[in-house]
T-cell receptor, first 117, second 113 residues
């Protein structure tokens, strides 16, 4: 089946530094990728929708200058957390859709645990 | 805005017990409904989905869910659970024609051998 690889799985960084998280679709082309954030005991919150070759669409309340998303190819989207702060510590999950439209399946990465010290 | 409620945060059952996990959503229009499962240390996987047609949907591993439009519900069921069903279960709803999904907070299921 379709596989989404997310890297790294865990990262610890110091306040003020930037962290890049990669999301790759390994055996399919993903026209749309989604980035979620999950706090402990809470739901997955959609941060942004990433479309190949165009600017990402951010959800209300998500700072686009802080969470930079690049979807340069049909198999790779990256999320860069810039000038990270301890409150950015969270679990970040990407997902990819094979085709446009809500009926095509979503495939999820394993997530990235970010800890900012 | 769409919201999804999963009222059971943690459910503990013995093997062979029957399971029902609740899921309610708020949007009254046409929706696509999903249940995802996350086994320990693994990524989210699709368990089953409903787009249209028969409101009783059968998924993998013996799970099923019933869409009751009048109740805005999409409860997940399994007649006899196994220890390997221990996982976190997420209900998700997509408004028809919209690519985005809204997730519930998840239900942690623990099966006691």
């Amino acid at each position: 089946g379709a596989v989404v690889s997310q890297h790294p799985s865990r990262v610890i960084c110091k306040s003020g530094t930037s962290v890049k998280i990669e999301c790759r679709s390994l055996d399919f082309q993903a026209t749309t990728m989604f980035w979620y954030r999950q706090f402990p005991k809470q739901s997955l919150m959609l941060m942004a929708t990433s479309n190949e070759g165009s600017k990402a669409t951010y959800e209300q309340g998500v700072e686009k200058d802080k969470f930079l998303i690049n979807h340069a190819s049909l198999t790779l989207s990256t999320l860069t957390v810039t000038s990270a702060h301890p409150e950015d510590s969270s679990f970040y999950i990407c997902s990819a859709r094979e085709e446009r439209g809500g009926n095509s399946p979503l495939h999820f990465g394993n997530g990235t645990r970010l800890t900012v010290t | 805005a769409q919201s999804v409620s999963q009222h059971n945060h943690h459910v503990i059952l013995s093997e062979a017990a029957s399971l029902e996990l609740g899921c309610n959503y708020s949007y009254g229009g046409t929706v696509n409904l999903f249940w995802y499962v996350q086994y320990p240390g693994q990524h989210l996987q699709l368990l089953l989905k409903y787009f249209s047609g028969d409101p009783l949907v059968k998924g993998i591993k013996g799970f099923e869910a019933e869409f009751i439009k009048s109740k805005f519900s999409f409860n997940l069921r399994k007649p006899s659970v196994q220890w390997s069903d221990t996982a976190e279960y997420f209900c998700a709803v997509g408004n028809f024609g919209n690519e985005k999904l809204t997730f519930g907070t998840g239900t942690r299921l623990t099966i006691i051998p």
